[in-house]
Nanobody, 123 residues
Framework: QAQLVESGGGLVQAGSSLRLSCAASGCFFSMYAMGWFRQAPGKEREFVAAIGLSGNNTYYADSVKGRFTISRDNAKNTVYLQMNSLKPEDTAVYYC????????????????WGQGTQVTVSS
């Protein structure tokens, strides 16, 4: 069973950058597609980005396209989310998630979740 631990969140000003990391254990990481989701207060958890097994296939929500980059290092069992040009509306708890084989944008398709890391962007 996969365990996921996110890190890298924090409080930053608008226009800044952050890089989130998600370390996986207890699974064959290279067999799992990975996703990042976020949940703002009072809102549903929404898709941010996803990446396929090799890292060649990536998918993004329209709201982050061109600003965020998802990547993975299978040797380190880690997936990253580089977030640039952050906006106050990016404020949320960010979760990484895992599912076998193919990436999906629907949160219900993911089997394993981390505990989340808070990202707060001040204006």
């Amino acid at each position: 069973q996969a365990q996921l631990v996110e890190s890298g969140g924090g409080l930053v000003q608008a226009g800044s950058s952050l890089r989130l990391s998600c370390a996986a254990s207890g699974c064959f990481f290279s067999m799992y597609a990975m996703g990042w989701f976020r949940q703002a207060p009072g809102k549903e958890r929404e898709f941010v980005a996803a990446i396929g097994l090799s890292g060649n296939n990536t998918y993004y929500a329209d709201s982050v396209k061109g600003r965020f980059t998802i990547s993975r290092d299978n040797a380190k069992n880690t997936v990253y989310l580089q977030m640039n040009s952050l906006k106050p509306e990016d404020t949320a708890v960010y979760y990484c998630a895992a599912r076998k084989f193919l990436p999906q944008i629907a949160r219900d398709e993911y089997d394993y979740w981390g505990q989340g890391t808070q990202v707060t962007v001040s204006s």
